[in-house]
């Protein structure tokens, strides 16, 4: 078997575009901007999200900038909401990323509902999704994992829905399977896990599962090694859609010989 008879064109597609990975990556705690690159390019990520609150992509001419180290014309940069709590201050921030990224519109939507769970406010989330589609962005978005409410956020015109395995942070792997294989048995679009992957195997049990990517940032830079973490979960995702695209044999209770007795000579 060739290398193009195992991946032909399995293609991540958002908005038009096609990415070659699947693995999304943040770039916040990370020690420095320099090992915030190094992670990136061993996770091979092609998107990478900033939080415009927090990070520097030009808004502070003084400070050090992130697109020096991760430039626009390698990677998508995806601008995100993180700690907006109103769909008015989401809204705001993401006019404001489009203005520092030259028009684009890729844009990571996350309206938070309190700071201990850091679990979405749906309400401000739909209103919010709502506003921005309207203003041409395109949208993915961050949310629980209710899959009406992951239609709701389908049909608005959002470009991904991007529920969590777990809470932000929290490191749990992947708490609702049943949830997510809901949400991705009736999804037009592309579903990504945000939050809640701690290592490998919870990227891969989120691929195999059916879900088009995985989005993660502190998994990877709240590792003891960064770089190598990253690289592992490179391997993971990839792992993980392949077996998914294969197809796992069927559960069973009961022993099912490799080498059965039936036909044996003599």
């Not at 395109?138 to 959002?158: N, R």
Request: hydrophobic content about 45%; aromatic content about 4%; proline content about 5%.
């Amino acid at each position: 078997m060739t290398s193009q008879d195992i991946h032909g064109d399995d293609s991540l597609v958002i908005a038009g575009t096609r990415y070659r990975s699947r693995l999304l990556t943040g770039t916040g705690k990370f020690k420095d901007l320099d090992e915030t690159r190094r992670a990136t390019e061993a996770a091979a990520a092609e998107i990478v999200t900033v939080a415009i609150r927090r990070t520097n992509i030009g808004q502070d001419p003084g400070e050090p900038n992130l697109l020096d180290v991760l430039p626009p014309d390698r990677y998508t940069i995806l601008p995100n909401t993180a700690g907006c709590y109103t769909a008015e201050e989401a809204v705001r921030t993401l006019r404001l990323a489009r203005e520092l990224l030259d028009g684009r519109k890729l844009v990571k939507l996350e309206v938070l509902g309190d700071q201990k769970t850091l679990y979405p406010d749906v309400v401000q989330t739909l209103k919010a999704a709502e506003l921005l589609v309207a203003d041409g962005f395109d949208v993915m978005v961050y949310t629980s994992d209710d899959p009406i409410l992951a239609k709701q956020l389908e049909e608005i015109g959002c470009v991904a829905v991007m529920p969590l395995a777990a809470p932000i942070g929290s490191g749990l792997g992947i708490q609702n399977k049943w949830s997510l294989l809901e949400i991705v048995d009736n999804a037009k679009v592309p579903i990504i896990v945000d939050a809640g992957v701690g290592t490998a195997s919870d990227a891969a049990v989120a691929m195999e599962l059916g879900c088009d990517g995985v989005l993660m940032n502190t998994a990877i830079a709240g590792a003891r090694e960064p770089v190598l973490m990253a690289h592992a979960m490179k391997l993971a995702v990839e792992a993980g859609r392949a077996a998914f695209r294969a197809g796992r044999i069927p559960r069973k209770r009961y022993a099912s010989a490799s080498s059965p007795v039936d036909g044996l000579l003599g």
